[in-house]
């Protein structure tokens, strides 16, 4: 079932769903995605709620009205995921921002029954539900947000509210000692992130395996005054990688 159909379901089945769901709020599903998790065949969950605000999100649905998205019954993703046994590789927790539910561990004890691997993807902003994950082995491979450099003052303004860093530097940290692979990532608009920011981030992050710049797209972003910016082109975004390629093992440029 596709998203758009799991999202038109009756009101009556949102209520039932709510009451019957174990494992958090399960608000968007996409059955196979190619591009989630690079090399990997994956279905992508999507969980509701964010604790951040950046100015270029896509999903604000999801982090301003999550209660105008039907939850989704675990057991219509149960039955669902079974045919999917053998074929896709493992599963994707994206969101909103995942690691805000108290029953993150659950959801994914329940799709790691289902003998899938899991990606979790994070904006970093909760050190400790990370650890546990890790030290629980829940979780085989992390995406997580870097939206700034690593000072409070430029990552406020590119997360739209006030943020101390310290919690994202606890997440790197937290990552760097870990055995599994994570990728960071970052979304470059115009408007919040310039060649300075990318150089400053890139001398921060030295020794890290994997960065991704992810181009900014200015359809439907949380504020509405960043529809009118125009990405950065493909020859500013190359620059940008080879400045990371200094300091970072790799980096790709995602369009
Ligand atoms: S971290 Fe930012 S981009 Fe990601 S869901 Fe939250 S508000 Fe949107």
Redesign the pocket.
Known sequence: MKLEALQSMKQSDTMKTIDSCSVGQIKGFYETSFLDWFGKISSVFFLSG?N???P??H??G??LKPHSFPTIPQQMIESRLQEFVGWIDGIVIS???PCLYSQLPDLIKFFRKLSFLVKLDT?GTKPDMLASLLDDGLIDYVAM?VKAPLDDIRYSRC?GIPVSVSHIKRSLAILAQSEIGYELRMTVCPTLIKEKDIKDLAIQLEGVQKFVLQAFNPKNT?DPDLRSVSPYDNDQMMEFKKILEEYVGECRVMA
Do not use: F
């Open positions: 964010c951040l605000r950046c270029y999100c999903n604000h999801l982090v969101g909103g921002e904006n947000d997360v949380l």
